[in-house]
């Protein structure tokens, strides 16, 4: 999939025809079915910020976010992918927020951005590119969408046991209704029906849930029309070891996981995948994720599950994902419109995040199916996941810098096929060509 030869061409293939209206219909479905306005609003929650604080927050990623995402797809990778927060990120910003430590996550978040924007500069990214096998890039995929179905869980049942309304049946009736018209929109519609499952989902969803007294419009009002975020809002960066060490290894988990992304999307769109769009889109994610740094944000990345959005709409155009970032870069402007998101009840949320991040998983399974077939590979993916899915769970009696580094699924999963496909299949191999040269 990814090709070295830098003359090839890089046009994109003959888009699906669409009107003013569609693209703006299927963009605004984009950002709906992103977590670039979930994610920081979660965080910030999580990580008990006040108002200005996270209205701060969320103002930043939307810029960064929408920035990046038009930089992307016109100029860089060149590429339909939506740009936004990494998941890999959330609990090193809700421990960072929670211990008073935010100007040392910027300034970790910072300095690992300037690095891999030499990197990328330097061309190490797509030599990077070339050593990941499907085996890795198929692992972190699966595991990004099993990192999903923990958070499309929460809200498709309307938080976790013990919460109010958790699992009534309001909560079920608007998350089932949501799921269904996805789903059978997306597999058995046509036309207008196929394309605009996810927004037909959205605003079904929304109106039904208005109708059983699901949505507070009270909160709409405190908030300003017109804002910008503020520089340095946490104060001016600072460094800690510990803190830099553990959001640099994060920020590489990202980078791997931007790779998969990459090459899935063009596996979708059916494009050739050139070095230098790899090295350009990683270039851009860094920047991005520097500015974001600078007005309170944390590193933006490819998201996965918008590739989900086309697989089962069918529309690969670029067009609504330019869109898509001008409308992100205007929310980021405007607070109130973002109030007005975080709107969205949580089993609407849960009903269009469902089918996305089951788009995933199975991405994520066809990338494994292309791995190597030996019992390496098969151990190395193998003891991976299992890693991954059970040591998170056990992190809690872990302290510093290993809780941070153990409790994250995305990042459990990456250092561990990485590992153990050096370990297992890069030196016996090493050895065994040594050997043969004898």
């Known amino acids: 999939m990814i090709q ?5 061409q890089e046009s994109s293939p003959e888009e699906v025809p669409l009107s003013t209206g569609q693209i703006l219909l299927i963009s605004i479905q984009h950002i709906f079915v992103s977590n670039v306005w979930l994610d920081p609003i979660f965080v910030a929650s999580a990580a008990g910020l006040s108002l200005a604080l996270s209205t701060n927050l969320i103002s930043a990623i939307f810029l960064a976010s929408g920035l990046v995402t038009i930089l992307q797809a016109s100029k860089l990778a060149r590429l339909p992918i939506v ?39 330097f061309g190490w990214v797509h030599r990077l590119a070339k050593k990941l096998t499907p085996a890795i890039t198929g692992t972190i995929i699966f595991l990004v969408g099993v990192s999903l179905s923990s958070f499309t869980m929460s809200e498709l049942l309307g938080g976790t046991p013990g919460t109010k309304g958790f699992a009534a049946p309001n909560v079920l009736l608007v998350a089932v209704v949501t799921t269904l018209i996805v789903v059978l929109g997306s597999l058995f519609g046509r036309g207008y029906w196929r394309k605009f499952s996810f927004l037909l989902a959205l605003v079904v969803g929304n109106l039904l849930a208005a109708s059983l007294g699901m949505i507070d419009l009270s909160g709409v009002k405190s908030q300003p029309l017109f804002g910008l975020p503020r520089l340095f809002p946490y104060g001016l960066f ?7 060490l553990t959001f640099f290894i994060a920020y590489l988990v990202a980078v791997v996981e931007a790779l998969g992304v990459y090459e899935a999307s063009a596996d979708v769109t059916k494009e050739e995948l050139s070095s ?25 990345t490819a998201f996965a599950q918008n590739l989900g959005v086309m697989k089962l709409t069918g529309v690969h155009s670029r067009k609504p994902i330019l869109l898509a970032g001008g409308l992100l870069i205007l929310l980021g402007f405007v607070p109130k419109f973002a109030a007005v998101l975080a709107l969205t009840p ?12 089951a788009t995933l998983l199975t991405t994520g399974f066809a990338t494994l199916q292309k791995a190597d077939k030996s019992e390496a590979t098969r151990m190395s993916i193998g003891l991976s996941l299992l890693l991954a899915i059970a040591l998170p769970s056990y992190a809690k009696g872990f302290s510093g810098i290993y809780q941070s580094l153990f ?19 890069v030196i ?3 050895f065994g060509r040594e050997k043969n040269h004898e």
């Open 4 to 8: 070295q030869n830098h003359q090839q």
């Open 83 to 121: 740009q936004g927060p990494s998941a890999a990120f959330d609990a090193l910003m809700i421990s960072a927020g929670k211990t008073g430590g935010l100007p040392a996550a910027g300034g970790a978040v910072f300095l690992s951005g300037f690095i891999v924007l030499l990197m990328s500069l």
């Open 238 to 244: 600072r460094f800690n070891w510990d803190i830099f």
């Open 276 to 300: 230098k769009r790899i090295s350009r889109g990683i270039a851009g994610e860094a920047g991005g994720s520097m500015l974001s740094s600078l007005i309170g944000g944390f590193p933006t």
């Open 346 to 357: 949580a089993p609407v949320i849960g009903g269009m995040f469902l089918p996305a991040a």
């Open 407 to 425: 409790s994250n699924s995305i990042l459990v999963g990456a250092l561990s096929v990485v590992t153990l496909h050096i370990l297992l299949i």
């Open 428 to 430: 016996p191999g090493f």
